[in-house]
């Protein structure tokens, strides 16, 4: 809302020039007369060029859009356990900054500039989700849309989309027996800032996944290379170490992790060693922007597998 404030704003604003720019022509004194005009004309064009891409940012904003899975989900002891795994594992690396799944924390403080406040939500019943159906859950993790249709930013940066549809029901399934706990978190979470809406509209953005209504099916959960392919798929390993594992590029959104090749030279017990602890064979220590604990939650299998993915990787 008050960024189509600004908009209006700058709108005025620029009436405002054009109509100094027209006044100065009429000024007698000639350095009054051309430098007016030309000051008003450039500062006209400047503006008209950020209204023109905070308004491409608006549209950008509001046109994501995927249909609502109608599903219900079938809540078992099975399912209880797996969402649980994924949540912990996983989600918990944003939503749980106050509490389990209670949200909160800005994901916009660690950007390295100030394209708007991003608060992981409050997933428990004290949050909105207790008025969600579970088809409007699933469409928010595979689609990063919520509720009422409005676009979820890091969400849809995320690789959440690609858990597959059983893993989904299950953290649904999980999400759906917590107990409320934590603050309300802000309705809708996202709030760009003007910087952030030019920067979306001027495509300087990384782009959101695309929407994707298919069925992902997830291989046998074993310690294999296979199943580290599909954890890797949904855990956002390459979004900080890059494409190819080999290191995050400038560019990409922060933070940047080296190249996991590394890997290569230690054993399969370090590797869950380090994942489990923060601190590497060498006696590194993992500063907090690499999301260890939550990857480290992860059973030895699903650890076992990453590394088996890892070591088997062509470039290694
Ligand atoms: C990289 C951080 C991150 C990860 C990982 C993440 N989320 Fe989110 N999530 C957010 C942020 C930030 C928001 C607020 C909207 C936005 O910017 O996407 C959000 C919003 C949501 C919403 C919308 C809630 C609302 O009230 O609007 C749901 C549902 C959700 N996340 C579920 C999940 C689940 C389930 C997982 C794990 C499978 C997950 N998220 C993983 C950061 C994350
Ligand atoms: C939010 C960004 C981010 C994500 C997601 C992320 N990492 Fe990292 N990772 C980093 C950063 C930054 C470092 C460097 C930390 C340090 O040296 O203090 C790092 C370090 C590491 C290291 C240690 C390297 C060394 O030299 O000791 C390993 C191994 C690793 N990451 C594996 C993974 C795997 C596997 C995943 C996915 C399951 C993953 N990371 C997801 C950012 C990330």
Redesign the pocket.
């Known amino acids: 809302m008050q960024n189509i404030v600004a908009l209006i704003a700058m709108a005025a604003l620029i009436a405002f020039l054009v109509w100094s720019g027209v006044r100065a022509l009429r000024a007698r004194n000639p350095l009054v007369k051309w430098g007016g005009v030309v000051l008003a004309a450039t500062l006209a064009v400047a503006l008209s060029g950020v209204s023109a891409l905070t308004a491409a940012g608006i549209v950008k904003q509001h046109s994501r859009s995927a249909p609502v899975p109608d599903l219900e989900v079938e809540v078992t002891p099975e399912r209880i356990a797996r969402g649980r795994a994924v949540a912990d594992g996983f989600c918990a690396?944003c939503h749980s900054k106050s509490g389990v799944l209670s949200g909160g924390g800005d994901v916009g403080k660690d950007l390295p500039l100030p394209i708007g406040s991003f608060v992981p939500a409050n997933l428990t019943p004290a949050g909105a989700l207790k008025h969600w159906s579970d088809g409007e859950i699933f469409r928010a993790i595979r689609n990063g849309i919520d509720a009422r249709g409005r676009w979820l930013a890091i969400m849809s940066f995320t690789n959440a989309g690609r858990l597959s549809d059983d893993d989904t029901r299950a953290v649904i399934a999980y999400i759906r027996g917590l107990s409320p706990s934590g603050e309300q978190t802000p309705d809708p979470p996202d709030r760009f800032s003007l910087l952030g809406l030019v920067m979306l509209g001027a495509g300087m953005l990384p782009d959101a996944k695309p929407v994707f209504t298919g069925v992902v099916i997830a291989p046998p959960k074993e310690p294999t290379a296979r199943y580290g392919r599909y954890?890797?798929s949904y855990?956002?390993?390459r979004?900080?170490?890059g494409k190819d594992l080999s290191g995050?590029v400038p560019g990409q959104l922060p933070?940047?992790?080296?190249d996991?090749a590394?890997?290569k030279d230690w054993s399969q017990a370090q590797?869950v060693a380090?994942?489990r602890t923060g601190v590497?064979p060498?006696g590194?220590?993992?500063?907090e922007?690499?999301?260890?604990q939550p990857?480290g939650r992860m059973d030895d299998d699903e650890l076992a597998a990453?590394y088996q993915y890892?070591v088997n990787l062509p470039r290694f």
Do not use: A, K, S, Y
């Not at 590194?284 to 500063?287: A, G, K």
């Not at 922007?289 to 260890?292: F, G, I, K, S, V």
């Open positions: 690396g954890l890797l855990q956002d390993c979004e900080c170490h995050g933070p940047l992790g080296p996991l590394i890997v590797f380090t994942m590497d060498n590194h220590r993992l500063t922007q690499m999301p260890w990857i990453i890892l």
